[in-house]
């Protein structure tokens, strides 16, 4: 135990050099006046804002907009994309006809469909639901599709030796196989949701974090924008380490049973 222990602090020692070095570069640069606090506003002036906003509750509001829109996008998107993933997978067929196709729209970025997608939707609430269903569907898909295409082919040869019914081959084979596919492509979908809702916002937005940040650049008030950024940041980290938590729960069945 103490060996554990003595392990996490060196970990979180070094995790936190470098927030550490930036903040002290941060305070050093207002001490100096190497830019105008207008510009780079001191780390006191940047903490009293976050304090204010928050309660205010302009962050708690502008983040339960933004999770809600990740929600939506994350359920429609990534389930069409598990879906669609196991179908390119299973199927040479399919991949034959729909993969060329997926991967060039694939290579085409969330936001780079954002100017026909405003002609065709606005900037209303679907807008950034297709989006973000976009932005998701595309990295669990092929994170499922190469799932599939790793099952052990062993454990293939025995399921056909045992006749095993299609159910309880995908119950019992497929998904267990696929496991950590699905949580890579859960975390990667999480991340690019993330990073194209903040953008969607910023450019197309009433409400939500990066919405947040865009009126405190109109006021000229870059307090506001670093705090939206900090929050941002801290915010896809702890949403990284939840996933991978996760992950670590349901690929060990002694946390699952302990």
């Known amino acids: ?42 780390p006191a002036w940047v903490l009293q804002t976050f304090l204010d906003l928050v309660g205010g509750g302009e962050i708690g509001s502008a983040l339960a907009i ?27 067929r399919a991949d034959a006809y729909l993969g060329a196709t997926f991967r060039a729209i694939a290579t085409v970025p969330s936001l780079g469909w954002l100017p ?39 454990l293939a040869e025995v399921a056909d030796v045992l006749a095993l019914p299609r159910k309880t081959r995908f119950l019992k084979l497929t998904l267990p196989a696929i496991v950590p596919f699905f949580f890579t492509g859960l975390r990667l979908s999480t991340a690019q949701a993330f990073v194209s809702l903040i953008v969607v916002e910023m450019l197309a937005g009433t409400d939500g974090i990066g919405y947040l940040m865009v009126w405190g650049r109109t ?6 924008v670093i705090v939206g950024m900090l929050v941002v940041g801290a915010t896809g980290f702890l949403l990284d380490v939840l996933l991978r938590r996760l992950e670590a729960y349901f690929a060990d069945p002694d946390l699952r049973h302990g």
């Open 116 to 154: 026909i997608l405003i002609l065709l939707l606005g900037i209303d609430e679907s807008l950034k639901i297709v989006i973000l269903a976009k932005a998701c569907f595309v990295p669990m898909a092929i994170s499922i599709a190469e799932g599939v295409r790793n099952i052990p082919p062993r």
């Open 66 to 92: 933004s999770f809600t829109r990740i929600a939506h996008g994350l359920s429609i998107g990534a389930s069409l994309g598990f879906l669609f993933g196991l179908l390119i997978g299973f199927s040479r």
């Open 219 to 224: 006021l000229f008030q870059l307090d506001i």
């Open 1 to 42: 135990m103490p060996d554990r222990t003595g392990r996490l602090a060196a970990r979180l020692l070094v995790a936190s050099a470098l927030p550490v070095a930036l903040g002290l570069l941060w305070q050093a640069a207002v001490d100096g006046a190497w830019v105008s606090a207008q510009v780079l506003p001191p």
